[in-house]
């Protein structure tokens, strides 16, 4: 079983729409909660970070860890074509640089 | 002005050769890394350095080997290409240090074909 597991997608949903991205984890260890989002040809950015278990909102983006079902998500709320890219969710403990990334899911947000 | 740069962008060579690639951060971080990713898009961390010094060293065949002559410069030398060599190779930077706090900023990476 693989550390982070995330579903490739791809992903296309007309604009406006509610976008719901997953990850899951085995590793218990992990504190850390990222979500990157990547253009095509271009490296990733940082969208979304959390520390432990809670919701974080930012704009049209909201994140949640459940530590307990080890199972974290993104939302993106009125989508919009220029979201479209591949989202990777990221995760480290504490005391490592070491991030551990899915896979990464490619979404298309049509017009 | 680019954060993280990395040089080339490009690389295109032939199986057996040697290439290195060049990243440099002017964002004043202590540690810098370096990440492959493959043709699924996977992300994987192959080295990081803090202040210099080597601090994660993955899993990699050791005809890599990156080299940091000051915190601000990470490069990656690659002896003997192979074919499953080529990915695209990010250089990242973070100035978190023994605790990830802070976010880590990535270049806009190097796509590496061997033929």
């Known amino acids: 079983q693989k550390e982070v597991e995330q579903d490739p997608g791809p992903l296309s949903v007309p604009e406006g729409a509610i976008v719901s991205l997953n990850c899951t984890y085995s590793?218990?260890?992990?504190?850390?909660f990222m979500w990157y989002r990547q253009y095509s040809r271009k490296g990733p950015e940082l969208l979304m970070y959390?520390?432990?278990?809670g919701n974080k909102e930012d704009g049209r983006f909201t994140a949640q860890v459940d530590k307990s079902s080890k199972y974290i998500s993104l939302f993106i709320r009125d989508s919009q074509p220029s979201d479209s890219a591949t989202y990777l969710c990221?995760?480290?403990?504490?005391?490592?640089?070491?991030?551990?990334f899915g896979k990464g899911t490619k979404l298309t947000v049509n017009p | 002005d680019t954060a993280v740069s990395q040089t080339p962008k490009y690389l295109v060579t032939q199986m057996g050769n040697d290439k290195s690639i060049k990243c440099e951060q002017n964002?004043?971080?202590?540690?810098m890394y370096w990440y492959k990713q493959d043709s699924k898009k996977f992300l994987k961390i192959m080295f990081s350095?803090?202040?210099?010094?080597?601090?994660i060293n993955e899993t990699v065949p050791n005809r890599f080997s990156p080299k940091s002559p000051d915190k601000a410069h990470l490069n990656l030398h690659i002896n003997s290409l192979e074919l499953g060599d080529s990915a695209v190779y990010f250089c990242?930077?973070?100035?978190?240090?023994?605790?990830?706090?802070?976010?880590?900023?990535f270049g806009q990476g190097t796509r590496l074909t061997v033929v």
């Open positions: 959390t520390y432990s278990s």
């Open positions: 990221a995760m480290s403990w504490s005391g490592s640089e070491k991030l551990v």
């Open positions: 350095y803090n202040n210099k010094e080597l601090i």
């Open positions: 964002l004043g971080h202590d540690t």
């Open positions: 590793n218990s260890a992990f504190q850390y």
């Open positions: 990242a930077s973070s100035s978190g240090s023994r605790g990830l706090d802070t976010e880590a900023f």
